[in-house]
DNA sequence: GCAAAAGTGTTCATCGTACACCCATGG
DNA sequence: CCATGGGTGTACGATGAACACTTTTGC
């Protein structure tokens, strides 16, 4: 206790939870989330959320981005990035008292290359549903699902969803991703209901046509492109309430 | 780095934003916050949120009410307290790396008896509103922004209101909760409107009326009083929207 | 009786869901 | 021209704000 300095007395670190969005067979697995494979002592062999020890002089919030960059190879200056919660129960590791700052992070699927860093086996991304809990190293079964409920309520009252999707994109896409977060019989629901509920970001030029058609052509008329220009910190100013929705057949 | 151990790398503390409702002149002033004035070397006879260091086999939640119980003398064992986020930006605290997990309590302003701990020159019960930021020791003025926001919010759309009252209240002690954390003019706000937003508890049995009247006679007809018997955790269905509310003069 | 506050019922605008219909593309 | 999905407008039921009215207390 010399020259007023306090003694350290845990260890402190970052995960992160990194959720995006990719092709599946069921809209549920198109949610998935990005888990390493442990290759050190300590829950060796486990799958893990990415993270590091917080240095000296760094924020969480570098931190994180640096678990990223060195744990998987993603460059995540831009990405939207939150503080999900602390979690530090004594006994969580079995290496000392480690106390860690989770946070959740959202990533366009666009061009995301992974590649594996010290420590770790292979990085994968896997579907948030279906994931047997007790797999996963430490406690980061709970830090998942807390994120996940996290992200759940923020698609109903922000407007996160877009952090989901690349600069363009259809309404169709953005409906993907309420249905895959929220509930697959979303992609149901009628279109003039769905694009109600974003009337006032049409009416306020948040969300802005850009005058082209999607060149995917699978079948079907092919859908306006659009572009998310407002601040994501925005919210909504009344929640969505599509739990409740109870939705027909496919129309026609 | 001996038997797989990690070394500390940073001290971990907790601090608590303790809220509650006591009587003041302007309804504003209703909603205080629990302050210490420090009595030590560093940020000395400064105003901070009570906290103290995280043991080594201590959860935060059990450091939380130890705090409230060593600085401030209040047996917190009961009360809601949940995690409201963690500051930890290299050169928050002058004494080395402090992360510190920050927490909200809420207490009803019963039986509540101050006495100052360790390392204490005084508490008090402070106005939330027009409090001046700089006065706060460390980044206890940013926690505090961080936590009037989050129970901003929660009044919304769940049940914590009742965690502010007693045992047994009048509705108009349950709406006073509500116009001196969200808005005054929420007093002037008709009785029908009011019963209905709690509509669903009347329904659900979990708001019951006791079948006695409130003995503390003003003037006018003496309120019901009601019991909350139901799960803190629970949240509305909607969410309240009295923002856009405008109210009339005070009928009559 | 009168003022003040508590409690009840009803009206009317607004919001959200459901539904009906038209448009654009591929085969 | 038909199947498929995108896009637009409208009708109807539910929600909630506004208002009128009754009840209970103190003075």
């Known amino acids: 206790m010399e020259s007023n300095q306090l003694t350290p007395n845990a260890v402190v670190a970052v995960d992160v939870v990194v959720f995006t969005l990719r092709p599946a067979q069921d809209i549920e697995d198109r949610w998935q989330?990005?888990?390493v494979r442990r290759d050190e002592p300590a829950f060796g062999n486990k799958l893990a959320l990415p993270g590091v020890l917080v240095r000296g002089d760094e924020t969480f919030d570098k931190a994180a981005r640096r678990a990223l960059q060195t744990k998987t190879g993603l460059d995540a200056r831009d990405w939207y990035l939150e503080q999900l919660g602390t979690f530090g129960d004594p006994g969580r590791d079995t290496r000392g008292r480690v106390v860690s700052v989770a946070h959740v992070a959202l990533v366009a699927s666009d061009d995301v290359e992974l590649a594996a860093g010290s420590g770790i086996q292979s990085i994968d991304w896997v579907p948030v549903r279906g994931l047997p809990a007790e797999t996963l190293a430490f406690d980061h079964a709970d830090m998942l699902r807390v994120a996940i409920n996290r992200i759940q309520a923020k698609l109903r009252y922000s407007w996160v969803a877009f952090q989901l999707l690349p600069d363009e994109f259809t309404l169709s896409a953005l409906r993907s991703v309420y249905?895959?977060?929220?509930?697959?019989s979303l992609e149901r629901l009628?279109?003039?209901n769905f694009r109600k509920a974003f009337s006032t970001l049409f009416a306020s030029k948040t969300l802005v046509s850009v005058g082209?058609?999607?060149s995917v052509g699978k079948v079907g008329r092919p859908g306006e492109l659009y572009r998310f220009v407002g601040p994501i910190t925005g919210t909504r100013t009344r929640e969505l309430r599509w739990d409740s929705v109870r939705f027909g057949a496919v129309g026609a």
């Open 33 to 35: 989330v990005l888990l």
């Open 212 to 214: 082209q058609r999607a």
């Open 179 to 184: 249905s895959a977060i929220l509930d697959p």
């Open 190 to 192: 009628n279109t003039s």
